[in-house]
């Protein structure tokens, strides 16, 4: 059977004052329908320019997608004309963002704002538009729908701004959702109530979702495959349950041995990683992680480790403890 | 534990902000019950962690603890010296002894000012030292503790990472050798693979310097490791607190089971096989608080004497305090 998405050696980079900055420096991957893809990394690992580019929402310049192609469902989404790009978006693949009040726009009504997007893609009556939407804000959980579609997004909290925009996300039945740190602004309890609604929603509609975040512990929870990523590369992929069982890559092994857990009694001195994340002007030739790497050989500085299968669905990039590595000699 | 341990000890503390309407004459309408009647006791070089959601009122009590913020009620004693009713005079030298160090490194040091200036600051407001010269030296010893190159001293905070400035905002509130810190979330804005580093650098100058500190986060797993009890507050009031292991393996207060529930745990297996409690809706404003016991709209055990009665904070085993009805 064809992926969904199939991404492959996507490359992004930025025009700044400083230099180029090598965003996304050769990413490929598949989804498959239904299923959930974690992408986890720090700050500025290119975790979500990646999803912005599969959107196409790279404003160019400054920035280019310099090579790659986005197959979706067939259809290479970088080479699409905009009017069939602005097709898809939004229909066949709904986004949202971390801060929901910043991308709600504060002077229209909630119910505007979603029944604008039902009224674009659907090409339904106004009133048909108004019907689904308060169907839609009723499955997201909020009180009153009906009562409740003609306030502004001041007048909600954050965790219901938020199902606002997965109700706005799944107005059209997408067979994407990407979520791009959707529970990061939000507290642990309205955490796991959007994790749950998103589960639920996702097995109701046979939906496909990419799950961006920097909690390992939230991935844990929603995501069926995992990526790791590291100054604009993949350092590791597997499945949910190799990659804490079994995490290869030093940098993955590395942060989930710093995360103290909530369930544990031992409290002796968290295992820290040295130094800070690079930020990706003038990448060196190598891999990105060496510096901060205690395993790190001579050929580590001089070539980058591509990323290989090591065992059945899991992919490594490095040159220690990857499949060509020294280590499993 | 002997009272005489006790190194800060907050009694009744409430701190109230005023709703106004009007623009000449404004007339106050209404009030933030940010903090609304906490107590607690710190001991001598241990960490009591405060946690909660936003808006919970746990960085107002913090600041309202060291007298940032005007207390609208209430006691907070320090070393026995009332802190609230002391003169400014010595309110000014005590602050020396009472430090914070805070959440956003990029907000919290002086953008034109340089390392040296930011970090000496205090060495210069109470006098600790005179002279550039041994300013300078002791900002240097001061870097060095906290892992920073001495030779930076000159450098503006724009040069710095994330992680190298909050540990220039350690060593300021280290610069008046205090014997309390208030640290308000000082590794949420941090890298994951950052706020380790952070964590083990404040543990170290604990022990180092025999410090104590107030541990303000909603990190509970950060929590859990770092600290020796841990208080749980809910719409400006705690309603448990106690030891780490009784509080995360024995939690009794319906929130702080929701809220323990829901932290994520990065193992799969775990996480998804354990049992979740989900809270139904979101918490109230702190202006318009729910009568009688503050959670009862969300409390799934929550029955009638709950939504009139405040319940009463009672002590259920040897320092495991809480304030329902219920339990």
């Not at chain 1, 959707?182 to 959007?194: F, R």
């Not at chain 2, 992680?163 to 000082?186: K, N």
């Not at chain 2, 490791?225 to 009784?246: F, K, P, Q, T």
Request: charge should be negative.
């Amino acid at each position: 059977m064809a992926h969904l998405l199939e991404v492959h050696d996507l490359k992004v980079q930025f025009k700044t004052l400083a230099g180029f900055v090598q965003a996304v420096n050769g990413v490929s991957f598949n989804l498959d329908k239904g299923k959930t893809l974690g992408i986890v990394g720090e700050s500025g690992c290119g975790k979500s320019v990646t999803v912005l580019s599969i959107m196409r929402l790279i404003e160019e310049p400054p920035g280019e997608i310099s090579n790659g192609v986005v197959l979706f469902e067939g259809n290479d989404l970088l080479k699409m004309e905009i009017e069939a790009m602005q097709e898809i978006r939004g229909k066949e693949i709904a986004m949202i963002f971390q801060d929901p009040m910043t991308s709600l726009n504060p002077v229209l009504t909630i119910g505007k704002q979603i029944s604008e997007a039902i009224i674009l893609h659907k090409k339904v009556s106004k009133e048909e538009a108004i019907d689904q939407t308060v169907k839609l804000l009723e499955m997201v959980g909020i009180p009153l729908a009906k009562e409740r579609y003609n306030d502004y997004p001041h007048q909600f909290s954050g965790g219901m701004r938020q199902r606002v925009m997965i109700a706005m996300g799944l107005s059209c039945n997408p067979s994407l959702l990407i979520a791009d740190e959707p529970t990061t602004a939000l507290d642990v309890t309205i955490q796991a109530q959007i994790v749950e609604l998103t589960k639920s929603l996702q097995s109701q509609f046979d939906m496909s979702v990419i799950w961006i975040t920097h909690d390992l512990g939230v991935v844990a929870e929603i995501a069926d495959n995992i990526i790791v990523m590291y100054a604009g590369y993949i350092v590791e992929e597997a499945n949910i349950y190799t990659i804490f069982e079994n995490p290869v890559h030093p940098y993955t092994k590395a942060l989930l041995k710093s995360l103290p857990r909530v369930d544990s009694h031992r409290y002796d001195r968290l295992e820290i990683i040295p130094g800070s994340p690079p930020d990706c002007i003038d990448l060196t030739v190598g891999c990105p992680f060496v510096p901060r790497c205690p395993y790190a050989i001579d050929r580590c500085a001089d070539e980058h480790p591509p990323l290989e299968l090591i065992e059945d669905e899991h992919k490594v990039a490095c040159w220690v403890m990857g499949a060509s590595g020294s280590h499993n000699d | 534990m002997i009272e005489s341990n006790v190194l800060i000890s907050v009694e009744g503390l409430k701190k109230y902000f005023p709703i106004t309407q009007g623009i000449l004459i404004q007339r106050e309408i209404g009030a933030v019950k940010a903090v609304d009647d906490i107590s607690f006791k710190i001991f001598k070089g241990e960490t009591l962690g405060l946690v909660g959601e936003s808006g919970c009122g746990k960085t107002t009590s913090g600041r309202t603890l060291l007298q940032l913020y005007k207390p609208t009620a209430g006691h907070v004693y320090f070393n026995d010296i009332d802190l609230t009713t002391t003169d400014a005079r010595t309110l000014r030298q005590l602050r020396r002894k009472l430090q914070m160090i805070f959440q956003d490194p990029y907000a919290s040091l002086n953008p034109r000012w340089t390392i040296s200036q930011i970090v000496g600051e205090s060495l210069r407001v109470h006098k600790i030292l005179i002279g550039k010269k041994a300013q300078n030296e002791r900002v240097s010893e001061l870097l060095e503790l906290v892992q920073l190159d001495p030779s930076h001293l000159n450098r503006y905070p724009h040069e710095f990472s994330g992680g190298q400035r909050q540990r220039i905002g350690v060593a300021r509130a280290l610069a008046s050798e205090p014997d309390f810190i208030v640290c308000d979330e000082p590794i949420s804005a941090l890298d994951v693979s950052i706020q380790a580093q952070i964590v083990n650098l404040l543990e170290d100058l604990q022990s180092k310097f025999n410090l104590t500190y107030l541990f303000i986060a909603h990190d509970l797993s950060m929590v859990r490791h770092i600290c020796n009890r841990v208080a749980v507050m809910y719409l400006g009031v705690i309603v448990e607190s106690g030891e780490r292991d009784e509080l995360y393996d024995h939690p009794q207060h319906p929130y702080t089971k929701a809220l323990l529930s829901a932290v994520p745990i990065p193992d799969p297996k775990a996480t998804r096989a354990r049992q979740r409690i989900i809270l139904e809706g979101d918490v109230p404003s702190p202006a318009n608080p729910p009568s009688g016991c503050k959670f009862h709209p969300r409390c799934p055990i929550a029955g009638d004497e709950c939504k009139i009665i405040d319940p009463e904070w009672r002590e259920i085993s040897p320092n495991h305090w809480i304030a329902c009805h219920k339990v």
